[in-house]
């Protein structure tokens, strides 16, 4: 991408996002499928779980899509071409963005790539431009699920963005109360101690990453600058270089096509490596891993209250 090609004029998208939302409700592309929700802690986290009230929405889309598919021997994609009523902004000249059409979040963001790219290919500085140009404008937790092991449900590569707080109550994220308690593991944090507070260590950024101990499975994550957003082509920049590094850090550089979770604010970046899907029956995403899990049904439910939600979050992440 040259250098000064972002599309989307600074202080519009939050508006953009509300009308265009109004919309696609009007006239029916927007399916948002209702939940219900309660709190469920383990490990001193308030995890936010939501329940499906119904699933015959989504469940109608996907078989017509498999009839499409089936039709024409190639697989769906509803992002090339996406839909002009779910049309929310041109970011760049590689991105674009649209609303998630079977959203449970209100104003869920999808941040798709223009050309058709596969959900398991590494991030580049063009995508963190993309996330960057709109973090600026909406105070949200982007993530991006590598492949279908990490919870992808399409090949098309694209990143997400939801509002902040996930919760009516309690933290902003649910899991953040965890990153307060950082270790750094490069040498460069000179000092007696190797444990600092991400939130106060923003001259870190770039330098090193961090583990949590209260995260019992394997992960890794730095400070970004929320200033960042101001110049989005630095921010994307830095972000990459932030992103190698935790990909190293948890054993991910050589393996492009790995399983894993990445979520990001404008305050930090966390990585998490997938082992599989599902626990049983519930699948887990990067909200799982912000401390926002979703479940299908009342059995589903027991289930997470019978293990605990961190217990499934360690089961399908890597130990």
Not at 57 to 74: D, G, I, N, V, W
Not at 225 to 247: D, K, M
């Amino acid at each position: 991408m040259a250098e000064g090609k972002i599309l989307l004029k600074p202080g519009t998208l939050w508006t953009s996002v509300k009308e265009q939302t109004e919309h696609a409700l009007q006239c029916g592309a927007l399916l948002s499928i209702p939940t219900e929700f309660e709190f469920i802690e383990q490990d001193n986290v308030r995890f936010l779980v939501r329940i499906l009230s119904n699933l015959n929405r989504k469940k109608a889309a996907k078989e017509k899509q498999e009839k499409q598919s089936a039709k024409s021997s190639q697989e769906f994609n509803p992002f090339l071409p996406y839909e002009e009523d779910l049309f929310v902004a041109d970011i760049s000249d590689s991105h674009v963005c649209i609303l998630n059409k079977f959203n449970v979040v209100d104003y869920h963001l999808l941040i798709i790539t223009r050309g058709f790219e596969e959900q398991e290919s590494l991030l580049t500085v063009e995508d963190f431009t993309a996330m960057w140009a709109c973090l600026a404008d909406f105070d949200g937790l982007a993530f991006y699920n590598s492949g279908k092991t990490a919870g992808a449900s399409q090949r098309h590569k694209h990143l997400q963005l939801v509002p902040l707080p996930l919760a009516p109550s309690g933290p902003q994220i649910p899991i953040e109360a965890l990153l307060t308690s950082a270790q750094f593991q490069n040498s460069i944090l000179s000092g007696a101690s190797a444990t600092h507070s991400l939130f106060k260590s923003k001259g870190t950024v770039g330098k090193a990453y961090a583990t949590s101990p209260k995260l019992p499975f394997l992960h890794a994550f730095a400070p970004l600058n929320s200033n960042w957003g101001q110049s989005p082509f630095t921010a994307a920049q830095a972000t990459l270089e932030v992103y190698r590094t935790l990909r190293h850090a948890v054993g991910l550089d050589a393996r492009q096509s790995a399983a894993y979770n990445l979520l990001a604010t404008r305050e930090w970046i966390l990585i998490i490596p997938r082992s599989q899907e599902h626990f049983q029956s519930i699948s887990v995403n990067s909200l799982g891993f912000a401390g926002a899990l979703l479940v299908r049904n009342a059995a589903e439910m027991e289930i997470l209250k019978a293990q605990g939600p961190m217990t499934i979050l360690k089961n399908v992440a890597v130990s």
